[in-house]
């Protein structure tokens, strides 16, 4: 079975930051894109950001662009979300995600549409509040 597993969350002041880490087995890890998205209390559940199963591109949402930075050790099986300036609209449950099957660009509208029709494997989520 494929499992992932966050950690890294926690409690941080406005203009803070926090390194989010997923550790992945069940697959060969370097032959699949991976990504994060989060969901905030009350909100759907919405798109963070991306990598190639290399680590040669990425890709991000718009509300995070500059403030956040994916990246992946393939050797380790571990991928992060290096994330600073965090504000408080970034509170949320943030989840690694793995595509069923390959993408050769996992955009946004790849990933989103992977996600929406159930062809991502999940962790259960680790939680970032951002609060004064």
């Known amino acids: 079975q494929v499992l992932l597993v966050e950690s890294g969350g926690g409690l941080v002041q406005p203009g803070g930051s926090l390194r989010l880490s997923c550790a992945a087995s069940g697959r060969t890890f370097s032959n699949y894109a991976m990504g994060w998205f989060r969901q905030a209390p009350g909100k759907k559940r919405e798109f963070v950001a991306s990598?190639?199963?290399?680590?040669?591109?990425?890709y991000y949402a718009d509300f995070v662009k500059g403030r956040f930075t994916i990246s992946r050790d393939n050797a380790k099986n571990s991928m992060s979300l290096q994330m600073a300036n965090l504000q408080s609209e970034d509170t949320a449950v943030y989840f690694c995600?793995?595509?069923?099957?390959?993408?050769?660009?996992?955009?946004?509208?790849?990933?989103?549409?992977?996600?929406?029709?159930?062809?991502?494997?999940w962790g259960h989520g680790t939680q970032v509040t951002v609060s004064s």
């Open positions: 990598i190639t199963k290399d680590g040669s591109n990425t």
């Open positions: 995600a793995s595509p069923f099957m390959p993408l050769r660009t996992p955009d946004v509208q790849a990933m989103e549409l992977m996600a929406r029709t159930n062809h991502t494997y």
